[in-house]
């Protein structure tokens, strides 16, 4: 079983100092439990890569404390990153520039760019601190599966990894991944919808695209199946909830906003009707509905559209797409 410790201060030494022999170092972010590697340390990249089954073609994030950071994996930090910075960073905004030259291609699967983002979630602020230098994180679960957002979730999916050290800074405030934003073009261009809502990026850069919600070639991490548990999850309106599971003979699991509307021999498990309160829950309760091992995860789609429920349904969608790989 991998290690679960408390983010002591001797904790957060430890963790930078494994880093540095290049260990890897499972950690808290606002968003979703990371699994970090040392930016500049091909090997310990390449176990990142191993440990989660990420294709090889799927890109990191580099996780930095600041712009000055920043700037160490970048190759040109213009304008325009330093205004989105300024507004958004430390949180949930991650930036795409062209990659700095120091910086080894392993650790953007050979991209010429790189994906960058500061988090706001003070352990990971800490463990920047301590380490002094990027930190490459994909979310710390196996590639394809739904996102950790708590120590236990990354322990349960690596429980064969007995060298892992897991800094555990509580459940995810956020819960779900950053707002990925492409600042390589002329315009920029939102990559996945996340906790930054694309209105909030138009406010402070005007002209910004709008992600596509099918699979784009420019992010990976995109493909339409993606964040999924692995019992089979439909969408389904609240309107023609009562009916569909009605028409169901096998006991489901219904992620509903109200319990009333599921009967035996069905399970609801009751999500909140705020965007930020139901973000947070969402994976835990994806992991708890998967854990109960019925034939289907029902899933009530939410009315709303504003705000952060754009990133909900993206997350949603790409939960219950078909089973084939993409
Ligand atoms: P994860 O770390 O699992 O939250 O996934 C990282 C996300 O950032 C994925 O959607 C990646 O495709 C995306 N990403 C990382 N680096 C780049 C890059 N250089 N260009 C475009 N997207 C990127
Ligand atoms: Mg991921």
Redesign the pocket.
Known sequence: MPRLVQPTDEAIAQAARLLREGQIVAFTTE??Y?LGADTFNVSAIERVYQLKGRPAR????AHVLDPAQARQVVAQWNERCQRLAERFWPGPL?I?LP?GALVPPAA??G?S???VRAPAHPLARRLLGAFGSSIS???ANRWGFV?PTTARHVAEDFADVDDLVILDGGPCEIGI??T?V?LCGAVARV??PGAVAIEHLRRVLGKVEAPQITAQA?????WARHYAPHTPAELVDGSSLRSRLDALDAPVVVLCFDADVVAAPHCSIVMPGSAKVYAARLYDALRQADAMHLEQIIIETPPQTQGIWPAIHDRLQRATQGNEEQ
């Open positions: 968003t979703v990371g799927n890109p990191l994030i991650t795409v990659r953007t699967a991209w760019t790189i994906a994180a994909p979310s996102s991944e950053s990925v492409d990559l996945r420019a992010s990976p991490g995109t």
